[in-house]
């Protein structure tokens, strides 16, 4: 059987196997429950001006500036894509292949497209294409998508905790928490690392599963690495935050925004159509102003991940012909 047919029987197999009825239901009911819960705010705030949701929500789009909002979020997302590219490149020659970065940004281009339903799920199709294109163990590059998902989590809380520190009294009490939760992360990190460097621990099995390779390998320094080659998605993501919700009519400051986004982004990578939940939170953070920021919590995100997506279009064709030929 050639490698060709491999790969289709493969893709075939995957399509087949089926999750369980509830994962399948569970981003779909927490999207229902997030729209309940906006429909009901809306609702009121509609009330209170004694006007229409339709009309309502629509004077909202027609006051921004959409040419400026474009010149503001164009950019912006070009420059994400370039820095998670980065991202991926580094990771990748450190633990797995080395590869150049024009070869890893169609692959993770072409992966864009899975974001649309789970950007977890694009990271895997990352893996599969490096199995199959540079015969790189499945298992191998999986352990790296996982180790970046790892340094995500600590890198959107460190930028959590600067910009709570930094605006203290302006948050809610619940905030105040993020702090805590770094600090009791930051003791969980220790534990995690002397474990898979074997330096507690080396007589358990778990450390050793394929899974767990890059996390074998790595230093300290190549967490800290990723989360400052990240770092500057996250500046040029409050500022450009700041200035774009301005044009929907609300005011905040670049410390405020720097202190929510991390929470946002949390919420944009929970699994579930047109990120619900990272729209709830707008709302839950700005709730003197519902209908703005149910408008820009919805127009931010989705256009950030079809724009991706585009990009990932882009590339798709090349990242395909590339695969083909090294299966040939």
């Given amino acids: ?24 239901l569970l981003p779909w009911l927490i999207t229902a429950a997030c729209f309940v819960y906006l429909y009901g705010r809306l609702d009121r705030a509609v009330q209170a001006e004694d006007s229409e949701l339709l009309p ?4 909202i789009f027609a006051r921004v500036n959409w040419w400026q909002w474009l010149a503001l979020m164009v950019p912006y997302s070009t420059f994400f894509f370039v820095i998670d590219s980065l991202v991926v490149w580094r990771v990748i020659n450190w633990f797995n292949a080395k590869l150049s970065y024009t070869e890893i940004i169609p692959i993770r281009a072409s992966a864009y497209i ?5 950007e977890q799920v694009s990271k895997g199709a990352i893996a599969l294409y490096l199995n199959r294109r540079d015969g790189v163990p ?9 180790f970046i998902m790892f340094c995500e989590y600590y890198y959107l809380l460190t930028w959590a905790t600067v910009g709570v520190m930094l605006q203290w009294d302006r948050f809610p009490r619940t905030f105040h928490l993020i702090p805590w939760i770094a600090l009791a992360s930051a003791a969980f990190f220790a534990l995690f690392h002397l474990f898979f460097s074997g330096r507690i621990g080396s007589e358990i099995a778990l450390r050793d599963r394929p899974i767990f390779r890059s996390f074998r390998l790595a230093k300290v320094w190549h967490y800290c690495t990723i989360i400052l080659l990240r770092s500057p998605m996250m500046l040029g993501a ?19 925004m720097l202190a929510y986004l991390p929470v946002i982004f949390f919420g944009a990578a929970t699994p579930g159509p047109m990120r619900s939940v990272a ?6 953070l700005f709730p003197e102003r519902p209908a703005e920021m149910t408008t820009f919590g919805f127009v931010q995100h989705n ?19 590339e695969l083909l030929a090294k299966a040939r």
């Fill in 238 to 256: 409050a500022v450009v935050y700041t200035l774009v919700l301005r044009l929907f009519g609300v005011a905040t400051t670049f410390g405020e």
């Fill in 1 to 24: 059987m050639s490698q060709l047919e491999e790969i289709r029987n493969d893709s075939a197999t995957a399509l087949e196997r089926k999750p369980p009825l509830w994962q399948r």
């Fill in 303 to 321: 256009f950030f991940i079809f724009f991706n997506a585009g990009i990932g279009l882009l590339f798709l064709r090349r990242a395909t012909r």
């Fill in 114 to 118: 899975l974001s649309l339903v789970n």
């Fill in 56 to 59: 309502y929500l629509t004077e």
């Fill in 138 to 146: 499945g298992w191998e590059v999986g352990s790296s998508m996982l």
């Fill in 279 to 284: 729209i709830l939170l707008w709302v839950v």
